[in-house]
DNA sequence: GAGTGGTCTAGACCACGAG
DNA sequence: TCGTGGTCTAGACCACTCA
């Protein structure tokens, strides 16, 4: 009762002070409703003309707010047809960095294990990544991923506790082996940007036995977070995998 | 003569086909005069308005055709003072992958030692990738870049002779330690897009040496395919360095 | 044919920078 | 104060998709 007056109320209000241009604060108020998954991934938005109606703005002014969120890749426009809301694919995208392929050169999806997965008081800097309350707790978990049957990728992911519990207490076995899509499935949480930084470094000794490497062979270590559509924190991971296996591509201007 | 009728025909001719939409044909325009150094770096573009007016179109859709361009970088808005062509700044990009840095943490910027010079047939996959046509001749450079007295990063550099001549010509002691600068300074170049592909080998016995790398080291290897304002590639490199010192950030929607 | 996004127009007013 | 880019408005017409 009181959610749905809320709602009500929230429905056409724009967020963000009168100082902001109207475009950005409908952008920002938009990408909130993605992230509060009162719109989800395959939705389609309310047509241009209706939105710049109901929040009072003229078309054209709501055009460059939803042009911009386009362009951010949280929604999708299909001419003639309606603009949706996206399904960011991101879980195998630690697999463009390595040459994970078989014969025929496609890209394959290496099989998961999940090792742990625990309530735990994490690091300062990942706490710190994760905007974290003092003492608030996050999910550690720690995934191996196999190809030609040996791990070649060694992940550490940390999750905040009180959006992911749902994750605490589903059967280990029915996790699928892309995170992603199941954060949105038993959680409600979209993965919609994320920052990561790569280096190269001396495998650990734990990391070079997992991994079949022999002593002083090196790593490539990509430490990555993860953020809702409105841009808030809601998962860090390091993922390290055999250097030699790497290759990246990208566009500069 | 003929040059300065063509320059004023073309002026405000708006390349492209009638069914490619305005703004684009507009965007193409505009870069191609960047390109073919109409304008050049530090020079101010004619006002919006005036732009407008001189290409015939509504002020809004040379508005968008000028956002896509300071979008891609070409050039720079600065509000209340006009419209400004951009001096990319590349050159140093590679310096991005590498902890080259000082106690401080301030970049450093290596010294360079320009090893080759000549005029070669280009291996097929550059030719290729620099759009050469059969027997086109290039310009091969090898330089080293130096850092705490030893080579850090060896490059190969293909640039097409027909564009590049007056590098040939010009003493290379007078060449300095950035090379997109110099492009521009003898060549008229302008160094606009690049594209990049990064992975991980072991070092050949050459590089090994050249690196002061043991045996069986790892370098990266970084290949840039460079292009103008046009999009038309000018320059193939590859630069090779201690995998050790390898790190790199990105973001990703 | 109805409804959607895509393009293009035309202009008002504001905020900023420099003389 | 003037000219610039930045924002916002209001609407026309086109191109595409689907029923």
Same mark, same amino acid.
């Given at each position: ?17 009168? %100082? ?32 710049? =109606? ?12 939803i ?11 299909r ?16 697999? *463009?960095?390595? $040459?994970? *392929? ?8 290496? #099989?998961?294990?999940?090792? $742990?997965? #625990? ?23 720690? *995934? ?16 905040? $506790? ?6 605490? %207490? ?14 949105e499935?038993?959680?409600?949480? $979209?993965?919609?940007f ?9 495998a ?32 860090? =991971? ?10 990246? *591509?990208?566009?500069?201007?």
């Amino acid at each position: 009762m009181i959610t749905k007056s809320i709602t009500i109320r929230d429905d056409f209000q724009i967020d963000g002070d009168k %100082d902001i241009p109207l475009y950005k604060r409908l952008y920002r108020t938009i990408a909130r409703r993605i992230a509060e998954a009162e719109w989800r991934p395959g939705d389609v938005l309310p047509s241009e003309v209706d939105l710049a =109606r109901n929040y009072g703005v003229a078309p054209g002014t709501m055009r460059k707010a939803i042009d911009a969120l386009a362009d951010d890749g949280l929604i999708e426009r299909r001419h003639g047809c309606g603009t949706f809301i996206r399904r960011p694919n991101f879980d195998n995208m630690m697999l *463009r960095f390595f $040459l994970f *392929r078989d014969a025929q050169g496609r890209q394959i999806l290496p #099989e998961s294990e999940l090792l $742990l997965r #625990e309530a735990v008081l994490p690091p300062r800097h990942i706490a710190s990544h994760l905007k974290l309350d003092d003492g608030e707790r996050a999910i550690k978990l720690i *995934r191996h991923r196999h190809w030609e049957e040996a791990p070649r990728l060694l992940e550490d992911i940390y999750l905040p $506790l009180k959006r992911f519990e749902a994750l605490m %207490d589903h059967p280990v076995t029915d996790i699928g082996p892309l995170l992603y899509p199941e954060y949105e499935r038993l959680c409600g949480e $979209l993965v919609c940007f994320i920052a990561e930084e790569i280096r190269i470094e001396d495998a650990s000794i734990e990391d070079a036995v997992d991994l079949r490497l022999s002593k002083g062979e090196l790593v490539v270590a990509i430490e990555r977070l993860a953020k809702d559509a409105a841009g808030w924190p809601i998962e860090w =991971r390091v993922s390290r995998g055999e250097a030699r296996r790497f290759r990246y *591509r990208l566009n500069v201007n």
